[in-house]
T-cell receptor
Framework: GAVVSQHPSWVICKSGTSVKIECRSL??????MFWYRQFPKQSLMLMAT?????????EQGVEKDKFLINHASLTLSTLTVTSAHPEDSSFYIC?????????FGQGTRLTVV | QKEVEQNSGPLSVPEGAIASLNCTYS??????FFWYRQYSGKSPELIMF????GDKEDGRFTAQLNKASQYVSLLIRDSQPSDSATYLC?????????????FGGGTRLMVKP
């Protein structure tokens, strides 16, 4: 199957700082990538749809100024959590579609202390 | 509102038995359905997808779709302890932002040796 690489796998940051997470499609081009957040023992919740060359589409309740998404190329989307707070601690996962299938990155576990 | 419902479990089966995982969805516009397996702390990995009524088999896995009843299931034959994980059901619908996946809460499966 296709490969989606996400980096970093885990990060610990201080409250008030910003963290950037990268999502790359390694062997295919992805005009659309998706960012999900998953709290413990809960399902994936879609945060936003990242569109190459245009603004991301955010789900209701997700602050676009806090979760900055940039999809500058057909193989890279980034999610920046700005001014992170402990309640932002979660598992962030990106996915990209290749044909009819959605492939996921490895996920990034963010802990804000 | 699009909803995908799953019994959270845990579903416990003995090794070698058939595990039956069920999922219902609310949006009749859903086109395709996906089953993902997620180990604790890891990203989901695709098991299989189905978009036509009936059964689709892939190795030990069989997905079943009944659009009239808005019901999707996943059967795992000859269950192994390594199958112990959370299984996520997702439905795909198209909206203005493109095709989106809506996830259920997941069913935790435990296969006991």
């Amino acid at each position: 199957g296709a490969v989606v690489s996400q980096h970093p796998s885990w990060v610990i940051c201080k409250s008030g700082t910003s963290v950037k997470i990268e999502c790359r499609s390694l062997d295919f081009q992805a005009t659309t990538m998706f960012w999900y957040r998953q709290f413990p023992k809960q399902s994936l919740m879609l945060m936003a749809t990242s569109n190459e060359g245009s603004k991301a589409t955010y789900e209701q309740g997700v602050e676009k100024d806090k979760f900055l998404i940039n999809h500058a190329s057909l193989t890279l989307s980034t999610l920046t959590v700005t001014s992170a707070h402990p309640e932002d601690s979660s598992f962030y996962i990106c996915s990209a579609r290749k044909n009819t299938e959605a492939f996921f990155g490895q996920g990034t576990r963010l802990t804000v202390v | 509102q699009k909803e995908v419902e799953q019994n959270s479990g845990p579903l416990s089966v003995p090794e070698g038995a058939i595990a039956s995982l069920n999922c219902t969805y609310s949006d009749r516009g859903s086109q395709s359905f996906f089953w993902y397996r997620q180990y604790s702390g890891k990203s989901p990995e695709l098991i299989m997808f189905i978009y036509s009524n009936g059964d689709k088999e892939d190795g030990r896995f069989t997905a079943q779709l009944n659009k009239a009843s808005q019901y999707v299931s996943l059967l795992i034959r000859d269950s192994q302890p390594s199958d112990s994980a959370t299984y996520l059901c997702a439905s795909e619908t198209a909206d203005n932002a493109g095709n989106m996946l809506t996830f259920g809460g997941g069913t935790r499966l435990m296969v006991k040796p």
